[in-house]
T-cell receptor, first 112, second 115 residues
Framework: GESVGLHLPTLSVQEGDNSIINCAYS??????FIWYKQESGKGPQFIID?????DKRQGQRVTVLLNKTVKHLSLQIAATQPGDSAVYFC???????????FGKGTTLSVSS | NAGVTQTPKFQVLKTGQSMTLQCAQD?????MYWYRQDPGMGLRLIYY???????DKGEVPNGYNVSRLNKREFSLRLESAAPSQTSVYFC??????????????FGEGSRLTVL
């Protein structure tokens, strides 16, 4: 089954609200996690990453939280804007020496 | 600075035909990757090349071959295309191996349809 997955395939929010996108993983050995954003017709773009020795990491309007106990990862977007509308993927490094494995994605829709 | 360039952007094939997707990066990256993206499936790794001269299988390598021609170029070949290979293909590159940094740089994608 899918080991890197998102709880909800779609999320709709109003402009200005905070968005939370969730991701669960099953491999306890994974030690590195990344969030990507993919706009329509484009390739994914790196947003933020976090290593397993951290619980939280902040960027510009984005925060990633990692809960290793329950193997859960979340991306929080503050003051969501229409330009944030996209598909968001979490990805993990399951095993040293291998490439990243992506989850299925959550489509975020922001309405004005 | 072009980043990661994929060609062609669109291609229609008949079952059994062969074709090669080309990818080139101008960022002097060591590692390159091929993913496919299907509706509801996210991105699945086909093959990757951690450094020039090496290639490794990903999650879904069957039906594909790759060549790391040099540090810049990483091609994906379908020897005998099947309808199940209809997908959007993304090439990506990174400076280091993906477990060290997740900042993969993706191309714009190649949409392949196999009839």
């Amino acid at each position: 089954g899918e080991s890197v997955g998102l709880h909800l395939p779609t999320l709709s929010v109003q402009e200005g609200d905070n968005s939370i996108i969730n991701c669960a993983y099953s491999n306890s050995a994974s030690d590195y996690f990344i969030w990507y954003k993919q706009e329509s017709g484009k390739g994914p773009q790196f947003i933020i990453d976090i290593r397993s020795n951290m619980d939280k990491r902040q960027g510009q309007r984005v925060t990633v939280l990692l809960n290793k106990t329950v193997k859960h990862l979340s991306l929080q977007i503050a003051a969501t804007q229409p330009g944030d509308s996209a598909v968001y993927f979490c990805a993990e490094n399951r095993q040293a020496g291998t490439a990243l494995i992506f989850g299925k994605g959550t489509t975020l829709s922001v309405s004005s | 600075n072009a980043g990661v360039t994929q060609t062609p952007k669109f291609q229609v094939l008949k079952t059994g035909q062969s074709m090669t997707l080309q990818c080139a990066q101008d960022m002097n990256h060591n590692s390159m990757y091929w993913y496919r993206q299907d509706p509801g499936m996210g991105l699945r790794l086909i093959y990757y090349s951690a450094s020039e001269g090496t290639t490794d299988k990903g999650e879904v390598p069957n039906g594909y071959n790759v060549s790391r021609l040099n540090k810049r170029e990483f091609s994906l070949r379908l020897e005998s295309a099947a309808p199940s290979q209809t997908s959007v293909y993304f090439c990506a590159s990174s400076h280091h191996r993906a477990e060290n940094t997740g900042e993969l740089f993706f191309g714009e994608g190649s949409r392949l349809t196999v009839l």
